[in-house]
């Protein structure tokens, strides 16, 4: 495989999984929010990917497909005094489960990391290359 593919499958691979964090990231800053028009909850986002063939390279390219919302059910929590309590003294709370946010950060931030150390690596290869062609 041309070392500069491998590059872009790298670079590819940081951008989608870049993504991935972002929207972790918007999970966990919003566990506790309540979106105003509905008064539910913040619902869960999470995010897929496809493979995506770069027809000029010839090579597949992971990208971002979609971010959708986890259609889960909301929890509930028992806080009679709150604004937003039903008849029994239920309030909804988001899905956000934060043990599966942080899991998820670190399989994004594994494969981010594992990136990057393709295209260092492969830096470092091109970079031999040219002082092998030097000589």
Not at 3 to 19: C, D, H, N, P, V
Not at 111 to 117: C, F, G, I, K, V
């Amino acid at each position: 495989m041309d070392l500069t593919k491998a590059m872009l499958i790298s670079a590819a691979g940081l951008e989608a999984q870049g993504q991935r964090l972002r929207v972790v990231a918007e999970n966990v800053a919003n566990v506790n929010s309540t979106d105003e028009r509905t008064g539910l909850p913040y619902r869960r986002k999470v995010i897929t990917f496809r493979n995506e063939l770069d027809r000029e390279l010839g090579i597949d390219l992971v990208k971002p497909s979609r971010i959708a919302l986890d259609h889960s059910d909301f929890g509930r929590k028992y806080d009679p005094g709150h604004p937003q309590a039903d008849e029994e003294g239920f309030v909804l709370t988001s899905n956000v489960k934060p043990v599966i946010e942080v899991q998820d950060m670190r399989e994004a931030q594994r494969s981010y990391e594992a990136n990057l150390n393709m295209i260092a690596i492969t830096k470092q290869m091109l970079q031999q290359t040219i002082d092998l062609l030097r000589n």
